[in-house]
Each structure stands twice: as structure tokens, then as C-alpha cells.
């Protein structure tokens, strides 16, 4: 027994003397090797931490960090939307957005020219809205002019006004009659530069958008949207004609969106008026799918394909689609309330896209065009990381 | 840019005998296979018993190293793999290893209230479209800054649950005490950093733990830990290099992260070759929870919620979080199983007519596109709660709203894929339900296919309850066969089946004739007298509603033997002449089609 209680004595100090100098040397040791592994094996029965010099040698190396650069031979263009007076307009503020060398946010390689866009989506119908929503909106929904002016308190950077009224869903009404509409809203709103929308429809939009494009001569509003599917020259042309940008709407297909800007600049349409919408998509509903292609179409522009270089637009508000954002507590009580829920998923649908490249971002809840903005915020000021302040993480009290 | 690895590289390592112990034909397609992380080196078992292919052995596990190598946390059935990863775009490959989820606990709760948050995070549970969401990963973080009251709290957290552990304190002797109770589990440690390094090297050495290196907004710094740790052999490495949140500090935090995945992938940077962790929790930094009013503590963890998505989009392996609301947890663990997902499988399912349960010829008849996500939907919401049959449209694999919107999905391809699907044959009516979201083709499907179309919900988990409250046959006039103004009046309900089987069998038997429908809300005629809600009243303001007199110039209306006892008031206060025909619908197609006017 005593004998026993020696070796692992003896164990124990042999542990000891692995730690200090990571080897061991057993001299004028007289032991019979079997003996020793056994009793020594319940600690030592791990992969050794092996082989390797011992900790206590070691010395912290300054070791330099060279920042892990990247050129890229392409660079996205400016488009410019609204126009001040001076440039034919009437707007008091215009938007530029593109301009990046670099994918977006790697501020290490580029700072980025000109930060994302949140516009604040207003329909020329009471559209059915999820609750969350609509309770900001409620008073406002018969009236697009009204809805505008609203949307601007919670200050977005722009404001889009969708014609879906002119959908014969949702009363038909002509391209005559909208393009009043945006006369109008054009007169009463300068602050801000205002795209303009269609319904979607694939027949009626081109017709729509032209008529809209002609009523707003030289206000450099953006066409939205041309697509393979609609009469996207059209479209085109009345950009050229009047003076605007087109938004290029294609379907989570890169060599379509190609195609269809391929197809827009043969209409005489400049690179510069183009923005890209490859269409987004919720968080939870193919949001992968859409974060790949925009991923995949800014590298693919950044390292030379010439046909990619435009910024990028996202309609953010599909997150509403996602039944996490809006299904009533009552309905899904372990989802928590769909008044945090809600905004969050916009949010985050929103600001996941911003990491992926949208340069442009179509949203509809107040306080996620409130977090957008934030966050983008943060992520353009040059204000330093207090470094000092870390490990308070580790000690907090909550 | 660092490349991949080609096929080809691993294959001039390999035996090249073709002996097919590895399961695979050839050596080529064994190196195709482990390339593709299909199959493991281990595999090749001449690698591992002839001493001659021992330094090929040596060069092959080199070569498929990931550059940001694997880290196990924890042991058994609950342990997770973190890092492991080739690219930074998934595009380009996929990602592997989904980033960890790990809730904190503290040392100085109170025990019932700690004992109740492991519960809640070891029992977290979300069920989504098929996919379970779960945490993954207790962190256990010393307030108290006392050794035994660290391991008295990791020890309840250890009865308590079986999730892998992080224990985090600066303080060496803290996590002894804590390794001391937890080290069967394999935790992961927190934090070797400049002053402590040496310290917590050894305890990750002496326990063989892994062991985050912590040099915050200090590259420099981390790398030389990370090359001493190496150096000593240290072969478990997790990387914190500081989680910043506020103005100019996030964009620090992202800058950070992303040199070094760069770093690691595509500049071949060994030491920053091991997995991130972020910690969205430092929003709650400097915080007293006591003091914390409930808005102060929404808008920290919709903040930490959107800073868990941020840091899984820029390369996280690993997240400690503090935030145990589901509704701020929901979205970047949806957002991490999207981001996370293979893309080189296609998101699309075969088109064609499937079965929702057990439907019959009677069950209505769902359509929808054949992009995965709606598909799996669709079938996962409808399932169980009603039988129907849904026709898949070939979309290209994209969702109804951008089909209809990019002419993927048209009048024309839902009347051709139910004609594909032989859809007259399968059904007896003639109705067929479109998404809300296609509500634009009704008009043209509609004179496209002589099918009665219904405009469903615009969200897939209103179907069951659309089936119930309103999926019947509208009120009003239904001409079979091009019915002049000589041709018979019949009456029906809007019960689905009771309409259509004297509908489509007048039109099969090419019998021109008139219906209208009486708005029974899909009562059969027999439910709705039974309910008091036919009488000659109700037909009256029916036939008045619906136009029908404008129709015909005739005044005689057939109904069924139903209607028998209710003729005379109908007659009476329609002014129209009634026929009492036959109950069952065969027999009444005989009896409007002798019918004389």
C-alpha cells in the first residue's frame, strides 16, 4: 500500500515538473515503467499538450499586424437623386448614393463614399398594413399627401411614393390620374427627393411611370421599376427623356440583372441612372438568397464586371411578409409581442442587406427606419473603439 | 487571393492504388469527396497503417486544414464545433459550423433565479417550417471575483443542464476553481489575455480545454499571444477581439473582425486561423440591472438582437448573449439558420400536383410556386389541419410574389400545369384557390381555364382558416355551355360539392343552362333549411341580387327536391313559376336537360 501511495506520490510531482518545464526527464528514477504509467494515467490519460516549449519559457513577441489590404480594379457609380433648383429641380436636398471601392463597410480597405439610404415607402391607397404598422399610418392612409408629409417626421432620407392605385386590383386608375398625383405631391413636398413607384403591374407600369416621368420633368426622381417582364425600354426612354434614374428590378438572378442593365444603357439610359433592385427578401423566407446575390453582384462589379457597377436597392418592407414580424401574441404567444417583434425583423432584414451591399433601403416601420439609420451611423463615424471599458462585460450585473 | 484546394492536389497524395476501401471508385473521387468535406481522411486506411505513406499522411492533413480551423466545445451528444470554415462569402462554397449561441448566467444570482435561466436556455425551443431552433451553450461569467462562490455557481449550472460551458474571468484562480467542478464537460475558457497569458495558457494545458485569447481592438497583441499559445502547443484556440457597440465603435467591431477572416483565408494568416467570438452582451455593459426601467431594457436587447445578426453576417463563430427574450432571440437565430443554409442546394421542388394529407375528389386544390421555403410552408400549414391538393407551378424556384411579378408564374402557367397534372380527372368541381399574393391572375386564369377562381390569403397560415370561413361557391350566375336566354334556370347552393356535381356533369352531358347560386356560406341546401336560413325571402333577394331576370326571358326556376316544402313560398314571393326536380344530381341533369320552357 505504502508503495503504491509513493508512486502516486512521485505521480504527482512528475505532473508538477511537466508543467514547469513541459518535458520530462526521469534520471535516477528506479521505477518499473508499467507501474508508473498506471497510476499516473487519470491525468495524464488526455492528448498531451504536446509536444511543444513550455509556457514559462515563452515571452510575448511583438508581433505586427499588416492590415490585410485589398485593391479592387472596379468602383460602383454615383447616382444622384432629386435636383436642386439649380440642377432643374425644385428639391432642397438631393441624395447620392454608390461610390464604393470597396465591399461594403470594409472601411480598412475604403471608407465608403456615400452611406446607405433609408426611404420610407407611402401608397396612393389605403393598402392593408399589419398592425404594428398601420397604427402609425391610421389617420393618414386616405391620403398619399398627408402620408408623405408623415412619413417625414420620422425622418428618412427620402420618401417613395408607390402609385398602386393605379392597379386594377386596386381601382385602375389611369396613368393620367397618377401623374397628377405626383405633380402634386412634388409641389407640396420639396424637402426631399421622391421616387416614384408603380403597382407592379407588368401591363400598366411602363404607361404609368412615363406619364409620371413627363409631369416631373428634371426633378432626377427614380423609375420604379423596370423589369425583363415589363416594357423596361419604355421606361428607359422616358428616364432619358425627362431626365430621371430607373430603378432595374431583377429576381435573386444574376445574369438577369445583367441583362436587364445590359438592355437599359442600349436604350441610351446612362450607368450612372441605374440602380439595381435584385430583390430582397425576409429574414426566414429566402433571406439567403437575396443576401448571396447582392454579395455576389457587388464583388462581381468591385473586381471589374462593368455591367454590375450600380448601387443597389432593397424593399426592405418584404419583411412584413415574414409572419414573425406581424402574427398577434395572441396567435403566437411564445413569440413574444409583435410591437417589438415586428420592427425587429424589419431591422434586422434591413440591416443585414445594408452588410451584403444595399445602398438603398425601402422601408415602412418607424422605428426600424430609426435603428437603420443608427446603425448606419455608427458604422460611417470615424469615432475610436474605448478599449479601456471591455471586460466590463464579464463583471456586469444583470 | 488564396485559392482553394483543387481535387487534384490531394490526389497526388493519395495512394493512387484505387483500392476502394474508402468507399469511393477511385482515388480521384475519394480527393473530389474530401474536398467537399463529403468524406474523412480516415477513410484511406493504407494512409494510416503503411509506414510509407506517412509523410503523404502529414502533407494531406496540412492540406485540408480549413484555414480557420475547428474548435470543440463541450463533450458528448451536446457538444458543438465551432469555426471550421473556407470562405468568406458563402457563395463561394457554404459555411459549415452554425454560430454558437451562448447565454449568460452570473455568479452572484440569486440560486433559484439561476437555476431557472439554465432551465430556460437549456430547454429553449423554437419549432420553425420543419427546423428546430435551439441555444447552444451556457456562459457562466464571475461577478464576485471569489474562486469558491465561481465553482459553487458553475456546479449548479452543471446539475442543471447538459449544454457545453464558457467560463469567463480575467482571474486565473476563478476559472481553476471553476475547471475544477466542470472539467469533464470541456469547457471553453475566458480569457487569456496580455497580463494573464501565461497563467491560462497552462490551465487549458493542464485541463486540455480550448481557450479564448483576448486582446481587444489589439490585432498585434492577440497574434502574439496566439503564437505563444502555439508555440507551447496549445491546439484549441477561440479569438476575442473585442465586441464594441455605439458610434464609430461598431464600425470598429466590423473593420476587426473582417481583417481577420481576410487574414486567416485569404492571406494564409495562421494565428488568426481560429474561430471569433463576438459578444453582443457588452450592450449591457456598465448597466445595473436593478435599476434598468423595462423600456431601457427593450431597447438594449432589440440592440443586442441586431448586433448578434451583424456579427453572424461578419464571420462570428461563437456569440455570448445576455438577452434571454425570445423575441429578440428570434431573428438572428432564423437569420443564422438562412445564412448558414448550403447554397449549392437548389431552393427548388419538383412541380406538379401533391397531396396535402388525404384529399379526395371533393378537396380543394391549392397553388403555389416550387421555390423550397413556400413549398415546405404551404405544406407544413395546411398539413394536418385540412386534405387538399396542391399544385406546384414551375417558377424557376422563386417565391409567388416575384413570380407573378417576373412572369414566372402566369394565367397561362397555372392553366398548363393543371392541365399537366390532368386536373380535370383528379377533382369534380371546378375551383381552384391562388395565393393572395397572385390575386392579380384571377380575371385572365379565370378565362383562361372556365375554372372558378378564389383568391386566397396572402400568408400561407391563413389557408385552414380560409377553407373553413370561405371557401365555397360565390353567389351569383353561372352560364353552362353558352346558355341563351331560352335556357333553364337551376338553382343550387355554395356548397362545393353539392354545386358541382350538377354543374360539371350539365357541361359534360353539353347541357346549356343557367345557375344561380343561393349564398348558403358553403351550406349544403338541406344544412342551410335545417339552419332557418332559405325562404322564399332569401331566394327572392338572391335572384334579385344576382341579375338573373336581366339574364332569361323566361320566369321559371328548377329546384331540387330539397326545396320541395319552401315551392309555393318561393313561388309566391319570387313571382317566378318553380320546378320541383330530383334530389340527386344525375338524375337532375336529365331533368334540365328535358326541361321545357
Known amino acids: 500500500m505504502s508503495g503504491e501511495e509513493e508512486i502516486r506520490r512521485l505521480g504527482k510531482t512528475i505532473l508538477e515538473i511537466l508543467e514547469k518545464f513541459g518535458e520530462l526527464e526521469l534520471e535516477n528514477v528506479e521505477i518499473e515503467a508499467e507501474e508508473l504509467v498506471l497510476n499516473i494515467l487519470p491525468t495524464l490519460a488526455r492528448p498531451p499538450a504536446a509536444p511543444g516549449v513550455s509556457l514559462e519559457e515563452l515571452t510575448l513577441e511583438t508581433v505586427p499586424f499588416e492590415i490585410p489590404r485589398e485593391e479592387f480594379p472596379g468602383e460602383i457609380v454615383e447616382v444622384q437623386i432629386g435636383a436642386t433648383k439649380s440642377e432643374g429641380g425644385s428639391r432642397k436636398k438631393v441624395i447620392k448614393i454608390g461610390g464604393e471601392k470597396a465591399p461594403p463597410f470594409y472601411r480598412f480597405d475604403y471608407p465608403m463614399k456615400n452611406k446607405p439610404v433609408v426611404s420610407m415607402d407611402v401608397f396612393d391607397y389605403p393598402i392593408r398594413l399589419p398592425k404594428p404598422i398601420r397604427q402609425h399610418f391610421e389617420d393618414v392612409l386616405e391620403d398619399p399627401i398627408a402620408w408623405a408629409k408623415k412619413a417625414l417626421e420620422f425622418e428618412p432620407d427620402l420618401i417613395t411614393l408607390h402609385l398602386i392605385s393605379t392597379s386594377p386590383e386596386y381601382g385602375d386608375k389611369s396613368p393620367k390620374e397618377a401623374a397628377k398625383l405626383v405633380e402634386e405631391i412634388y409641389q407640396q413636398i420639396k424637402d426631399v427627393p421622391i421616387i416614384i413607384g408603380g403597382s407592379g403591374d407588368n401591363k400598366k407600369d411602363p404607361l404609368v411611370l412615363e406619364a409620371a416621368a413627363e409631369v416631373i420633368e428634371g426633378e432626377r426622381t427614380a423609375l420604379s421599376t423596370a423589369s425583363l417582364a415589363n416594357d423596361y425600354a419604355r421606361i428607359a426612354r422616358a428616364a432619358v427623356e425627362y431626365g430621371h434614374n430607373v430603378i432595374a428590378l431583377s429576381f435573386i438572378d444574376f445574369p438577369g440583372a445583367k441583362e436587364l442593365n445590359n438592355r437599359l444603357m442600349g436604350e441610351g439610359l446612362p450607368k450612372d441612372r441605374i440602380i439595381m433592385d435584385p430583390t430582397s427578401a425576409a429574414v426566414g423566407y429566402g433571406y439567403q438568397y437575396a443576401f448571396s446575390v447582392f454579395e455576389r453582384i457587388r464583388l462581381a462589379a468591385l473586381k471589374g464586371e462593368e455591367l454590375l457597377q450600380m448601387p443597389i436597392s432593397g424593399g426592405i418592407t418584404n419583411a412584413w411578409a415574414a409572419r414573425e414580424a406581424w402574427l398577434s401574441q395572441k396567435k403566437a404567444p411564445e413569440w413574444g409581442p409583435p410591437e417589438y417583434r415586428g420592427p425587429l425583423w424589419e431591422a434586422t432584414t434591413g440591416i443585414g442587406l445594408m452588410l451584403a451591399g444595399c445602398d438603398l433601403l425601402m422601408m415602412l416601420h418607424p422605428a426600424a427606419v430609426k435603428i437603420v439609420k443608427t446603425i448606419r451611423d455608427f458604422l460611417i463615424s470615424d469615432k475610436k473603439a474605448e478599449v479601456s471599458m471591455f471586460y466590463n462585460w464579464v463583471s456586469m450585473k444583470v | ?597
Not at chain 2, 439554465?118 to 420543419?130: L, N, Y
Not at chain 2, 354543374?503 to 332557418?532: C, H
Not at chain 2, 336581366?550 to 318561393?570: F, G, T
Open chain 2, 1 to 597: 487571393m488564396s485559392e482553394r484546394v483543387k481535387p487534384l492536389d490531394v490526389y497526388r497524395l493519395l495512394p493512387g492504388t484505387n483500392c476502394k476501401e474508402c468507399g469511393y471508385d477511385s482515388c480521384m473521387a475519394f480527393a473530389y469527396k474530401l474536398i467537399q468535406r463529403e468524406a474523412k481522411l480516415e477513410q484511406c486506411k493504407p494512409l494510416f497503417t503503411d509506414p510509407k505513406y506517412e509523410s503523404a499522411r502529414k502533407k494531406l492533413e496540412e492540406l485540408l486544414t480549413p484555414p480557420v480551423r475547428p474548435v470543440v466545445i463541450g463533450v458528448g451528444d451536446n457538444a458543438v464545433t465551432i469555426g471550421g470554415e473556407e470562405v468568406m462569402y458563402r457563395h463561394e462554397l457554404t459555411f459549415y459550423n452554425p454560430t454558437v449561441f451562448a447565454i449568460d448566467v452570473h455568479d452572484e444570482m440569486p440560486e433559484d433565479e439561476l437555476i431557472a435561466r439554465v432551465k430556460r436556455i437549456s430547454e429553449f425551443k423554437i419549432e420553425r417550417v420543419g427546423q428546430v431552433y435551439r441555444l447552444d451553450a451556457i456562459a457562466v461569467r464571475c461577478t464576485s471575483g471569489n474562486p469558491a462562490k465561481f465553482a459553487e455557481c458553475v456546479r449548479k449550472v452543471v446539475e442543471n443542464s447538459q449544454l457545453p460551458l464558457i467560463l469567463c474571468s480575467l482571474d486565473p484562480k476563478v476559472l481553476e476553481a471553476g475547471l475544477e467542478v466542470a472539467k469533464e464537460r470541456k469547457p471553453l475558457i475566458y480569457a487569456a489575455t496580455k497580463d494573464n497569458w501565461k497563467e491560462v495558457g497552462k490551465l487549458a494545458q493542464k485541463y486540455n480545454v480550448p481557450v479564448v485569447v483576448s486582446a481587444p481592438g489589439d490585432i498585434s497583441t492577440l497574434k502574439s499571444i496566439v503564437r505563444a499559445f502555439m508555440k507551447a502547443g496549445i491546439k484549441e484556440i477561440v479569438l476575442d477581439p473585442g465586441t464594441f457597440f455605439g458610434e464609430g465603435q461598431l464600425a470598429d467591431t466590423l473593420d476587426i473582425f473582417t481583417m481577420i477572416r481576410r487574414a486567416a483565408i485569404e492571406k494564409g494568416d495562421k494565428e488568426l486561423g481560429w474561430p471569433l467570438l463576438g459578444i453582443p452582451a457588452v450592450v449591457w455593459a456598465g448597466k445595473d440591472g436593478a435599476s434598468l426601467s423595462e423600456a431601457e431594457k427593450i431597447e438594449l436587447a432589440f440592440m443586442e438582437s441586431i448586433l448578434c445578426s451583424m456579427l453572424i453576417e461578419r464571420f462570428a463563430d461563437i456569440l455570448i448573449i445576455h438577452t434571454l427574450d425570445t423575441w429578440s432571440l428570434l431573428a438572428p437565430l432564423t437569420l443564422r439558420q438562412d445564412i448558414y443554409t448550403d447554397p449549392r442546394i437548389h431552393p427548388a421542388v419538383e412541380p406538379g400536383l401533391k397531396k396535402l394529407g388525404n384529399p379526395n375528389e371533393w378537396s380543394p386544390v391549392l397553388v403555389t410556386c416550387n421555390f423550397a421555403i413556400t413549398y415546405h410552408l404551404v405544406r407544413n400549414d395546411v398539413e394536418g389541419k385540412a386534405d387538399a391538393w396542391l399544385l406546384v407551378v414551375d417558377t424557376g424556384g422563386i417565391n409567388v410574389e416575384s413570380a407573378v411579378a417576373g412572369g414566372t408564374m402566369t394565367a397561362d402557367s397555372i392553366a398548363e400545369a393543371m392541365k399537366e397534372a390532368g386536373l380535370e380527372k383528379v377533382v369534380k368541381h371546378r375551383a381552384i384557390i391562388i395565393p393572395g399574393l397572385a390575386a392579380r391572375l384571377k380575371g385572365e386564369l379565370e378565362d383562361a381555364t372556365g375554372w372558378d377562381v378564389h383568391v386566397g390569403p396572402r400568408d400561407s397560415a391563413g389557408i385552414p382558416e380560409f377553407l373553413r370561413k370561405s371557401y365555397w361557391v360565390r353567389e351569383g350566375v353561372y352560364g353552362v355551355k353558352s346558355p341563351s336566354e331560352n335556357a333553364p334556370v337551376v338553382l343550387t347552393s355554395s356548397n362545393i360539392k353539392e354545386h358541382y356535381s350538377l354543374r360539371v356533369p350539365l357541361a359534360e352531358a353539353n347541357v346549356s343552362a343557367w345557375i344561380v347560386v343561393l349564398g348558403t356560406k358553403g351550406k349544403t341546401l338541406e344544412e342551410a333549411i335545417k339552419d332557418g336560413e332559405v325562404s322564399g325571402d332569401a331566394v327572392a333577394q338572391c335572384l334579385d341580387r344576382t341579375g338573373i331576370a336581366n339574364l332569361v326571358k323566361h320566369r321559371k326556376l328548377i329546384v331540387s327536391e330539397d326545396l320541395k316544402d319552401l315551392a309555393s313560398d318561393i313561388a309566391s314571393k319570387t313571382g317566378w313559376e318553380v320546378a320541383v326536380g330530383p334530389k340527386e344530381p344525375e338524375k337532375m341533369v336529365d331533368f334540365v336537360k328535358n326541361f321545357k320552357i
